[in-house]
């Protein structure tokens, strides 16, 4: 059975009859909205940034028995030549083989007028570039002795501001004073929260001749199970292997707890905007009963009037969600945050935005719902003697 529906511009016209009450409730669905972006753009920049830190023809070699904790794991200097030497289809440049000898760890990094911060370090030599093909040079140089180059997201790791690991400015871990001469990025993976020192250079500050990981590119037809047979016959030196990728991905398990903590958030951040919709809703519905009533009493079904409500609720919960994404995109999307694995930054995607607007658009209409029914649960004839 067809019912008459109210004009779409009666909507428009409701909502700004009453401009302060509109101004407020916009206000409040654009805050919570932007706090929905801002939790979905720090899973998507979690998830993106160790996603692209993997690479599918590289594989890590290091100490048994250590999992994911790479800053942990001590091998011999020595197993780098080994591996060179020993393992089949390991890719080669020019006579250089892609095998990238590192000692990776955390430790307490001191920048002038600043507490001490924990910040990660790694030491390398020059086949690193050639192992980490995301890494790319953007300011400076590859560091010398005394000298360390700085990922783009090394500062946000340390809590400090870009200008304090510009080039030239000095810092200082393992009681030596570390001179920056270059900024790197490596595409929005984890790499870019660490510092990189000359592996030598680090293993004489800390007085170290191991190693803590042996990262190799194998070619397309090299096989990761000689890598593994090779760990497996060397009982000696206590080692195992796995792939780049694998290895992320086993992190992305560990973090899995953060980022359904992190949907929790947003559920809670929704239900609280749906309560807040609720009670603006119910103000302006309680204040409208005669406006209502007398919509009925012309010839309006209520379902009409129920669909009016819920109309100027998701053209302003619209409207709102808009604002958010331009926020988002503008002020969200790119800023880097700190965390446990290093830093990252905030990714405002497709997804997100599809994911925040979404909720916006189910505030307006959800929060318009039940206002609207109680309303017009009123018998018409009181509504009409309301004041």
């Given at each position: 059975?067809?019912?008459?529906?109210?004009?779409?511009?009666?909507?428009?016209?409701?909502?700004?009859?009453?401009?302060?009450?509109?101004?407020?409730?916009?206000?409040?669905?654009?805050?919570?909205?932007?706090?929905?972006?801002?939790?979905?753009?720090?899973?998507?920049?979690?998830?993106?940034?160790?996603?692209?830190?993997?690479?599918?023809?590289?594989?890590?070699?290091?100490?048994?028995?250590?999992?994911?904790?790479?800053?942990?794991?001590?091998?011999?200097?020595?197993?780098?030549?080994?591996?060179?030497?020993?393992?089949?289809?390991?890719?080669?440049?020019?006579?250089?083989?892609?095998?990238?000898?590192?000692?990776?760890?955390?430790?307490?990094?001191?920048?002038?007028?600043?507490?001490?911060?924990?910040?990660?370090?790694?030491?390398?030599?020059?086949?690193?570039?050639?192992?980490?093909?995301?890494?790319?040079?953007?300011?400076?140089?590859?560091?010398?002795?005394?000298?360390?180059?700085?990922?783009?997201?090394a500062a946000a790791k340390l809590g400090a501001d870009d200008i304090e690991l510009a080039l030239g400015r000095t810092i200082r871990f393992e009681g030596r004073e570390w001179r920056v001469s270059g900024v790197f990025s490596a595409a929005g993976s984890?790499?870019?929260?660490?510092?990189?020192?000359?592996?030598?250079?680090?293993?004489?500050?800390?007085?170290?001749?191991?190693?803590?990981?042996?990262?190799?590119?194998?070619?397309?037809?090299?096989?990761?199970?000689?890598?593994?047979?090779?760990?497996?016959?060397?009982?000696?030196?206590?080692?195992?292997?796995?792939?780049?990728?694998?290895?992320?991905?086993?992190?992305?398990?560990?973090?899995?707890?953060?980022?359904?903590?992190?949907?929790?958030?947003?559920?809670?951040?929704?239900?609280?905007?749906?309560?807040?919709?609720?009670?603006?809703?119910?103000?302006?519905?309680?204040?409208?009963?005669?406006?209502?009533?007398?919509?009925?009493?012309?010839?309006?079904?209520?379902?009409?009037?129920?669909?009016?409500?819920?109309?100027?609720?998701?053209?302003?919960?619209?409207?709102?969600?808009?604002?958010?994404?331009?926020?988002?995109?503008?002020?969200?999307?790119?800023?880097?945050?700190?965390?446990?694995?290093?830093?990252?930054?905030?990714?405002?995607?497709?997804?997100?935005?599809?994911?925040?607007?979404?909720?916006?658009?189910?505030?307006?209409?959800?929060?318009?719902?039940?206002?609207?029914?109680?309303?017009?649960?009123?018998?018409?004839?009181?509504?009409?003697?309301?004041?």
């Amino acid at each position: 059975m067809f019912f008459r529906l109210l004009p779409w511009e009666y909507a428009i016209r409701n909502l700004f009859r009453r401009p302060l009450r509109t101004l407020l409730t916009f206000a409040g669905l654009t805050t919570v909205v932007v706090l929905v972006f801002v939790v979905v753009g720090f899973i998507r920049g979690l998830e993106r940034s160790l996603a692209l830190s993997g690479d599918a023809r590289t594989a890590l070699v290091f100490s048994l028995g250590m999992g994911q904790n790479l800053e942990y794991s001590s091998i011999p200097m020595r197993t780098s030549d080994l591996v060179a030497a020993s393992v089949p289809g390991i890719r080669t440049r020019f006579g250089q083989k892609y095998v990238s000898p590192e000692l990776y760890l955390g430790t307490q990094i001191k920048l002038d007028g600043r507490d001490e911060s924990m910040g990660l370090v790694r030491g390398v030599e020059r086949p690193a570039l050639l192992v980490r093909r995301q890494v790319q040079i953007e300011n400076g140089d590859w560091p010398k002795a005394g000298e360390v180059m700085v990922g783009r997201l090394a500062a946000a790791k340390l809590g400090a501001d870009d200008i304090e690991l510009a080039l030239g400015r000095t810092i200082r871990f393992e009681g030596r004073e570390w001179r920056v001469s270059g900024v790197f990025s490596a595409a929005g993976s984890a790499f870019e929260s660490e510092i990189w020192c000359q592996l030598d250079d680090l293993q004489q500050a800390m007085k170290r001749q191991d190693l803590s990981v042996v990262a190799v590119t194998l070619t397309p037809r090299g096989d990761l199970g000689d890598l593994d047979l090779f760990c497996k016959e060397r009982l000696d030196l206590e080692l195992q292997s796995t792939e780049e990728t694998a290895y992320y991905a086993s992190l992305q398990e560990d973090y899995g707890p953060v980022r359904g903590l992190a949907w929790l958030v947003v559920l809670l951040v929704s239900g609280a905007g749906v309560f807040a919709g609720l009670n603006t809703m119910y103000g302006s519905v309680v204040g409208r009963v005669q406006e209502l009533s007398t919509l009925q009493t012309i010839g309006f079904a209520r379902r009409s009037i129920v669909l009016s409500l819920i109309q100027e609720g998701v053209l302003l919960a619209a409207a709102a969600s808009l604002l958010a994404a331009f926020i988002a995109l503008v002020f969200v999307n790119g800023a880097a945050v700190r965390f446990t694995m290093g830093a990252f930054a905030l990714r405002v995607d497709s997804i997100a935005v599809l994911i925040g607007c979404g909720v916006g658009l189910a505030l307006g209409f959800f929060g318009a719902i039940p206002p609207a029914f109680r309303a017009l649960r009123m018998p018409i004839v009181d509504g009409l003697k309301a004041i």
